[in-house]
């Protein structure tokens, strides 16, 4: 069989945090979040405490840094938030080769099944390409895990609505997304009104949204500046985004903006995670 690089699907979004256990308890509270499994790594380019936690219809590595190394810089420096795309690939070696047929170099393969690309080659977006299967993932036939009781959930998560990252030209790293990763555009809206995604790519089972940096405009659309692009955002769909925003302010959860069917949320309320509610999924996502 010919080898080829092939992005199978959204493995997971990863945040890093300065407190896993807050971030875990207050994202449970608000949107029903699980956790799948837990583990405590000193390994050089690991380094945390936390794992993989389900919400809605996919995953989000959740980890608070134990060493020095990056992850605990990122901490330190930017409070936390999230930090990479992890995408499931069906072979390393070809993802690799293909890679570095487009001049984006290798950062760290501190697995032999898993490897980080240089944000620095793919816009400021951080990567993270795994072979490797996880059994409690329900992907790899794990179980499911039952939702909390409606009633301890504020506003329960359906689906990963998409990732968002923050980019200096949304529509042209689409293009070149497209291109490293073998998938498809989705959209494109170059006249977006700040804070609206200006473009999409398809990861398979879940839309990657590019937005622009938001200069000095960043805490009035999100709640924290971003002075640099990177990954920044998980939206998650919800059934009535009215009742789940009403829930929201009755339990003091501050909202920084609703505006276009995006409810973002205070990461000071979700533990340090940059988190947006919505009722539907994005144009041209691969599930519609």
């Not at 199978?8 to 300065?18: E, I």
Request: aromatic fraction near 6%; charged fraction near 20%.
């Amino acid at each position: 069989m010919s080898r080829r690089h092939h992005v199978r699907w959204l493995f997971h979004s990863t945040a890093m945090v300065a407190d896993y256990d807050l971030a875990i308890r207050n994202l449970g509270t608000i949107v029903g979040l699980r956790v799948l499994e837990y583990g405590e790594s000193t390994e050089p380019g690991i380094g945390r405490r936390g794992g993989m936690a389900w919400a809605g219809d996919n995953a989000i590595e959740v980890g608070q840094p134990i060493v020095e190394g990056a992850a605990a810089q990122f901490v330190s420096r930017h409070g936390g938030g999230m930090h990479s795309i992890a995408l499931q690939v069906e072979d390393l070696e070809a993802t690799m080769a293909h890679l570095q047929q487009q001049e984006v170099h290798i950062a760290a393969r501190p697995r032999p099944d898993m490897c980080f690309s240089d944000p620095r080659d793919t816009g400021g977006v951080f990567f993270q390409w795994s072979t490797f299967e996880l059994a409690v993932d329900p992907r790899f036939g794990g179980p499911r895990p039952d939702p909390l009781p409606r009633s301890q959930v504020l506003a329960p998560a359906t689906r990963h609505a998409f990732v968002g990252a923050l980019v200096d030209d949304p529509v042209a790293w689409a293009a070149t997304f497209a291109t490293l990763l073998g998938i498809t555009v989705t959209f494109e809206d170059a006249e977006a009104a700040p804070g609206q995604p200006m473009a999409g790519v398809s990861l398979g089972d879940c839309t990657l949204a590019l937005f622009p940096l938001p200069g000095d405009e960043g805490r009035a659309l999100w709640g924290r500046l971003y002075e640099r692009a990177r990954t920044h955002l998980v939206a998650l769909q919800v059934d009535d985004l009215g009742a789940a925003t009403d829930a929201l302010h009755r339990a003091g959860i501050t909202i920084v903006r609703w505006a276009a069917d995006l409810v973002v949320l205070d990461p000071a309320a979700t533990g340090g995670l940059q988190i947006a509610l919505t009722g539907s999924l994005l144009p041209g996502d691969p599930r519609l």
